[in-house]
């Protein structure tokens, strides 16, 4: 039975992310990127500088950096460690062309859903922030399309509860430590009619007493624990990847013309090569995709919460978070991979990517497997606590607000944490991959349709010097 659960499984997931939702995803992107005159290469710099400075006034319960932590703790996570590798292990070098390509047009789809998140959240009497696309569907849309919204809230929970938040990350988790502590698994105990290593059990317990701790905090303590951890984290994965690039300076040429020849020709491994082509394009967006959430619809649940009344400076946040995910960690991570060679050595998820760094790092191959173990440890724990905060938020507008049914959420998803170790790791990816797709249709629709809102908002920001030139002045400290 579980055999033909997990083959339904994965036809489905090749049917959800077939030709229509990959033009879909590349059509919205490229539109709005061209109809903003490619706004993420133009005002990159303005959204850098915006990113690490917050905004004084403004309504919202955490800053514009907390808010991006918040949004960036769920975006980095096992995608770019675990998720890269699996593209490439199926789509071959080829899949890292298309994450690339889809996140640099995708950088414009956050910037609207930034804009979109701002532009339309609503502030209840108590001061919480209800925002995010199931908001800026029902707003901007009109109430008469509020099942569009229920369509995405529910898919939502179902991507935090089921997906992105919880078994990929847990699975991740325990892979790695198991693979560090217990690689042969001689240590077994069984569980749930399986055998599984004493390591992947005691993993999943501690991760699920932790972050029952921390989500029991809500938004302030997620983005508190993001500000710190996400910051720190990014740096110390990025410089290791950094060292395997440099030393293997001479063959990073080389691994650019694969990349971009395996982009239109395909892998030998998997057959001919317009099929093969199909699948590379396949992984790569989809795992991009799940890596950086653009146009998923998740990142503008966190940024409604960010203290400030420019919609525009918010979306030129939010789309950092695109830029710093795929364009820089995703691609450090697949560059690694190939030049290293691991990517087609019948290897499976973090193993991947650990062979990598063991083999790239001028360094013994256990200080490479702490490495990357700690880095995926905190990467995927800051991305459950995030995806618990979007799930929260979601089931909150299925329920009108209705706590006890958020609660009961917020049990299921600490179950969903302790059962996590002990799913298959395709089956893992396979369903976070539908949750996805599903959840981006209503959210691509309402970005169709409000875009010319977009336009507006960001035709008037920079066509008013001012505003610019106030939100680029350092901040100077009050006299006492």
């Known amino acids: 039975m579980l055999q033909e659960l997990n083959r339904f499984i994965t036809w489905f997931d090749q049917v959800v992310w077939g030709p229509p939702l990959i033009i879909l995803i590349l059509s919205t992107g490229i539109y709005l990127s061209v109809r903003m005159g490619f706004l993420q290469i133009r005002h990159l710099g303005k959204a850098l500088k915006f990113m690490v400075k917050n905004e004084n006034g403004g309504n919202g319960e955490v800053t514009s950096f907390g808010a991006l932590c918040t949004a960036m703790s769920a975006t980095i996570g096992t995608g770019n460690i675990v998720g890269v590798a699996t593209a490439l292990a199926a789509g071959g070098p080829g899949a890292l062309f298309w994450m690339v390509l889809a996140a640099f047009f995708g950088m414009a789809t956050k910037y609207a859903e930034g804009v979109l998140a701002i532009k339309y959240r609503t502030i209840d009497g108590d001061g919480h922030v209800l925002g995010g696309p199931f908001y800026y569907i029902e707003n901007g849309m009109g109430v008469k399309w509020r099942w569009l919204a229920k369509i995405f809230a529910f898919f939502g929970a179902g991507v935090g509860l089921l997906g992105i938040g919880t078994f990929t990350q847990v699975n991740g988790i325990s892979s790695a430590v198991c693979n560090f502590f217990d690689p042969e698994k001689t240590n077994t105990i069984s569980v749930f009619g399986g055998s599984?290593?004493?390591?992947?059990?005691?993993?999943?317990?501690?991760?699920?007493?932790?972050?029952?701790?921390?989500?029991?905090?809500?938004?302030?303590?997620?983005?508190?624990?993001?500000?710190?951890?996400?910051?720190?984290?990014?740096?110390?994965?990025?410089?290791?990847?950094?060292?395997?690039?440099?030393?293997?300076?001479?063959?990073?040429?080389?691994?650019?013309?694969?990349?971009?020849?395996?982009?239109?020709?395909?892998?030998?491994?998997?057959?001919?090569?317009?099929?093969?082509?199909?699948?590379?394009?396949?992984?790569?967006?989809?795992?991009?995709?799940?890596?950086?959430?653009?146009?998923?619809?998740?990142?503008?649940?966190?940024?409604?919460?960010?203290?400030?009344?420019?919609?525009?400076?918010?979306?030129?946040?939010?789309?950092?978070?695109?830029?710093?995910?795929?364009?820089?960690?995703?691609?450090?991570?697949?560059?690694?991979?190939?030049?290293?060679?691991?990517?087609?050595?019948?290897?499976e998820g973090v193993a991947i990517t650990t062979a990598a760094f063991q083999k790239g790092l001028p360094f013994p191959p256990v200080v490479a497997s702490v490495v990357l173990m700690v880095c995926l440890v905190f990467f995927a724990f800051t991305t459950i606590l995030g995806w618990n905060y979007y799930g929260e938020r979601c089931i909150e507008y299925l329920f009108n607000r209705n706590r006890k049914v958020v609660r009961g959420y917020r049990w299921l998803y600490i179950l969903a944490i302790f059962i996590g170790p002990y799913m298959t790791v395709q089956a893992v990816w396979n369903i976070a991959d539908i949750f996805n797709a599903l959840m981006a249709f209503p959210n691509l629709i309402a970005l169709a349709a409000l875009s010319r809102v977009v336009f507006a908002e960001t035709k008037a920001y920079f066509g008013n010097a001012d505003d610019v030139k106030e939100d680029l002045t350092p901040e100077v400290p009050a006299e006492s």
């Open 196 to 347: 599984y290593s004493i390591a992947t059990v005691i993993a999943g317990l501690i991760l699920t007493v932790c972050v029952g701790l921390v989500i029991i905090g809500g938004l302030k303590r997620i983005a508190q624990v993001s500000q710190i951890v996400v910051p720190f984290m990014a740096v110390l994965y990025f410089g290791f990847a950094f060292i395997i690039l440099v030393t293997h300076l001479g063959a990073i040429p080389a691994a650019v013309v694969s990349i971009v020849k395996s982009a239109f020709s395909g892998s030998a491994l998997a057959g001919g090569a317009m099929g093969t082509m199909i699948v590379a394009m396949q992984k790569g967006i989809a795992r991009g995709i799940f890596s950086n959430e653009a146009g998923l619809g998740s990142a503008p649940i966190a940024a409604a919460a960010a203290q400030t009344k420019s919609p525009v400076r918010q979306g030129l946040v939010s789309m950092t978070g695109t830029f710093i995910d795929t364009i820089v960690i995703c691609t450090m991570t697949g560059l690694s991979i190939v030049v290293t060679g691991t990517w087609n050595t019948g290897l």
